[in-house]
């Protein structure tokens, strides 16, 4: 009796599936997928990161930032030669709470700057602030990514090292900053309220719409991950 080669089997729709894990710049990912047919995989993601960072210096600002990434999706994974690894995976971003929060602050006397203009922490109140990033201004963003590795190996096996390149849209980030105490001049003499002196606000604003700016690539988010998968069968796939 003539078996047809593994090249050539078409499996049963969720007759296999596989399990992997990886990392990329939405953080560290666990990934599942099954078979649609012999072209295409169904695949879901989830990635989780967290990163703590402090006593770095920017503009005269002692700065400490935290990261957190979480985020899940779903795509398709489209093998125009199924027996190979090369596969284009459209997918959406359903849920995205990327986001970063620092704190701030000038020690007493030491100088600062907002918009190219210097001011100086006062003794009694040194200035100090919060800034809030968001990488989830579209809740809900598309995909798009091409890559090599099936996590539901064609031609049998069961290990898989799937790579992956591509971006998510996920619109431009948001940022926020605030500042609060008192700021002098040099002589130290004449001081201001940071949170209500116009003319700091306004250069407060031009600063973080500078930011923005800079940032403004991001709404294109990179997408580069490598991994390791293992599949098995549930059913018989003939």
């Not at 560290?28 to 960072?53: C, D, E, P």
Request: aromatic letters at 12%.
């Amino acid at each position: 009796m003539k078996t047809m080669p593994t090249a050539s089997r078409a499996s049963k729709p969720f007759s296999q599936f596989g399990f992997g894990g990886g990392v990329s710049p939405l953080g560290i990912g666990m990934s599942a997928a099954t078979n649609l047919n012999k072209y295409m995989n169904l695949r879901g993601t989830g990635n989780l990161f967290n990163y703590t960072v402090s006593n770095f210096t920017t503009n005269g600002f002692s700065v400490g930032a935290k990261l957190n990434l979480a985020s899940a999706g779903t795509s398709v994974d489209f093998y125009p030669f199924p027996n190979h690894g090369f596969r284009l995976s459209p997918g959406v971003l359903f849920y995205n709470a990327n986001a970063a929060s620092a704190s701030f602050n000038v020690a007493s006397g030491q100088s600062f700057k907002l918009n190219g203009v210097d001011y100086y922490s006062s003794a009694a109140s040194p200035v100090t602030g919060v800034g809030n990033l968001g990488l989830h201004t579209q809740k809900t963003s598309f995909t798009a990514t091409t890559g090599w590795g099936n996590m539901i190996p064609r031609r049998g096996g069961h290990w898989s090292f799937p790579v992956e390149l591509g971006a998510a849209f996920i619109g431009s980030p948001s940022l926020k900053m605030n500042i609060a105490g008192t700021a002098c001049d040099q002589t130290g003499v004449y001081c201001v309220d940071v949170a209500s002196n116009q003319q700091i606000q306004d250069n407060l604003q031009a600063q973080v719409t500078k930011y923005r700016k800079d940032l403004d690539p991001l709404k294109t988010y990179p997408i580069a991950s490598f991994g390791l998968a293992y599949s098995f069968k549930t059913r018989s796939g003939r």
